[in-house]
């Protein structure tokens, strides 16, 4: 890999401490850091180059359990704090300067990857402000990337509109979209469970399957992140990104190869074809009882922590099989899952005892315990004929052992590699603002149920 100065905008944040830091070490434990890697923290605090290293300690300390001093050592020894301001001007020169500065003291030019760990409302300004002073541009061979955190805009128009400024001063191939989901192993392994086997890929479609259901269930609530939530609710947060993009995975056609843009171009292709349902019996949407309380919550919000929704698919694959999708906060469990249910089998020898026959159902588990399982029958052993549903089942840490790369760990290698296949393109970003702004005018209209927290299937009160 070549040189590379990693700058992170907003470094003395919540996602810089909890997830970055510890996603950087591990990366150069495991030896995949290019051999020249700075690292230039971005932020308004009155902190400096020592302030940052020993905040950058203490984090990766906390969240890294048996660090290595002397990994740790190489890494602070490359860290550095540039202070200043998103909406000024004058700090983003700067910046460049210090950058600048840093290629002449280590004599060599290096690939600039900005990631903004930042609130959204300041992507518009970063974005112009890096590529009026030039920082957006790749010159003597080196690249210049920027990794952007969700959400990418608030609805359909600010989506455009950020897009635009984007390519007012950098390529799609400069630009990496984080849907942090894409990353996760399990996720990656959808397309090659997929196509990889003769077994499934046969029966992937209409005739053969019935619905498959998504479901984004989290046992915590909103935590401290009110404000956020409040403008977002789980239709934001959850279905816009990251279930629109499992369920490009689960039902888009072959790509060509396992190049970034054959793949990306089949999801953008399937993305076309997906409708929500707007039918008050298809849509569902609560809050858990006391979310009002919440830090940062309005005693009178209507967000939903909730939501039940039904997509379709209206190409030759998929027409007329439902996509049921349910994602929620306080659910009690945590649980992320792609289930597709196959039709009954006819099974006409089993005559009267065909009424004890369940479907077949494919379940690829994402989160926790991730592995795919499937329900089949069998014959219980003895003298009637009676079924019994049975499970075969892969356990991806039985089987593999150890843990897989972390999400941000996979994110920030990918992009360091310039490899852009985990991230979103333009185009399906813009698809799936589409897709949901439909439901997002009526929104308002569908009543807002109430549940308890702590449970699973949610039970209106
Ligand atoms: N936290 C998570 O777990 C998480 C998960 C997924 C996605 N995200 C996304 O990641 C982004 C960052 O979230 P976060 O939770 O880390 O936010 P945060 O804790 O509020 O951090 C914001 C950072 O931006 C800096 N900042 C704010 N205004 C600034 C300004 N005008 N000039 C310069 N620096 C400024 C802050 O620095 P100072 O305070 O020093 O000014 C701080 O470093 C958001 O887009 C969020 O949606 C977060």
């Given at each position: 890999m070549r040189p590379t100065v990693f700058v992170i905008f907003g470094v003395t944040g919540d996602l810089t401490e909890r997830k970055l830091l510890s996603a950087l070490y591990n990366l150069a434990r495991a030896k995949k850091l290019p051999r020249d890697f700075y690292i230039a923290g971005f932020a308004r605090r009155a902190w400096d180059g020592d302030v940052l290293r020993r905040r950058f300690e203490e984090a990766i300390k906390k969240y890294v359990p048996k660090c290595e001093a002397k990994i740790l050592r190489m890494l602070l020894h490359k860290v550095f704090y540039v202070r200043g301001n998103f909406e000024e001007q004058g700090d983003y020169l700067k910046l460049k300067e210090f950058l600048d500065g840093l290629e002449k003291r280590t004599g060599s030019h290096m690939d600039k990857v900005f990631y903004?760990?930042?609130?959204?409302?300041?992507?518009?300004?970063?974005?112009?402000?890096?590529?009026?002073?030039?920082?957006?541009?790749?010159?003597?061979?080196?690249?210049?990337?920027?990794?952007?955190?969700?959400?990418?805009?608030k609805d359909l128009r600010s989506a455009v509109r950020l897009n635009k400024i984007l390519q007012r001063h950098f390529e799609e191939s400069q630009i990496y979209r984080i849907d942090h989901y894409l990353a996760k192993e399990p996720v990656q392994n959808i397309l090659a469970f997929r196509f990889a086997n003769g077994i499934f890929e046969h029966l992937w479609n209409k005739k053969y399957i019935k619905e498959i259901r998504i479901t984004v269930a989290e046992k915590i609530g909103i935590e401290s992140r009110g404000g956020y939530y409040e403008q977002s609710g789980v239709l934001l947060d959850m279905v816009?990104?990251?279930?629109?993009?499992?369920?490009?995975?689960?039902?888009?056609?072959?790509?060509?190869?396992?190049?970034?843009?054959?793949?990306?171009?089949?999801?953008?292709?399937?993305?076309?074809?997906?409708?929500?349902?707007?039918?008050?019996?298809?849509?569902?949407?609560?809050?858990?009882?006391?979310?009002?309380?919440?830090?940062?919550?309005?005693?009178?919000s209507a967000t939903e922590t909730y939501a039940a929704l039904k997509f379709s698919i209206g190409n030759r694959r998929w027409r007329?099989?439902?996509?049921?999708?349910?994602?929620?906060?306080?659910?009690?469990?945590?649980?992320?899952?792609?289930?597709?249910?196959?039709?009954?089998?006819?099974?006409?020898?089993?005559?009267d005892a065909r009424h004890e026959l369940s479907p077949n159902v494919l379940r690829l588990r994402?989160?926790?315990?991730?592995?795919?399982?499937?329900?089949?029958?069998?014959?219980?052993?003895?003298?009637?004929?009676?079924?019994?549903?049975?499970?075969?089942?892969?356990?991806?840490?039985?089987?593999?052992?150890?843990?897989?790369?972390?999400?941000?760990?996979?994110?920030?290698?990918?992009?360091?590699?310039?490899?852009?296949?985990?991230?979103?393109?333009?185009?399906?970003?813009?698809?799936?603002?589409?897709?949901?702004?439909?439901?997002?005018?009526?929104?308002?209209k569908y009543p807002l149920g109430f549940y308890k927290p702590g449970k699973l299937g949610v039970e209106l009160q």
């Open positions: 903004l760990a930042v609130a959204p409302s300041y992507y518009p300004v970063i974005f112009e402000e890096l590529g009026k002073c030039g920082l957006a541009q790749c010159c003597r061979g080196n690249q210049s990337k920027l990794l952007i955190e969700k959400p990418f805009g816009q990104n990251h279930i629109l993009q499992l369920l490009a995975l689960t039902c888009m056609e072959e790509p060509l190869s396992l190049a970034a843009e054959s793949i990306r171009d089949k999801k953008a292709e399937l993305l076309k074809y997906v409708r929500v349902s707007l039918d008050k019996k298809d849509v569902k949407k609560a809050q858990y009882l006391g979310y009002r309380k919440e830090e940062k919550v309005s005693p009178k007329g099989v439902p996509v049921f999708v349910q994602s929620g906060k306080a659910l009690g469990e945590k649980l992320t899952e792609i289930s597709v249910e196959f039709m009954m089998p006819r099974a006409q020898f089993l005559g994402i989160q926790p315990n991730e592995a795919i399982l499937l329900d089949f029958q069998v014959k219980t052993p003895k003298f009637e004929t009676e079924l019994h549903l049975a499970e075969m089942r892969f356990n991806y840490s039985s089987h593999f052992g150890g843990a897989a790369p972390e999400a941000y760990e996979r994110i920030i290698f990918d992009a360091l590699a310039g490899n852009q296949l985990l991230f979103v393109r333009a185009d399906s970003a813009i698809r799936q603002w589409q897709i949901i702004s439909r439901l997002q005018k009526s929104w308002h």
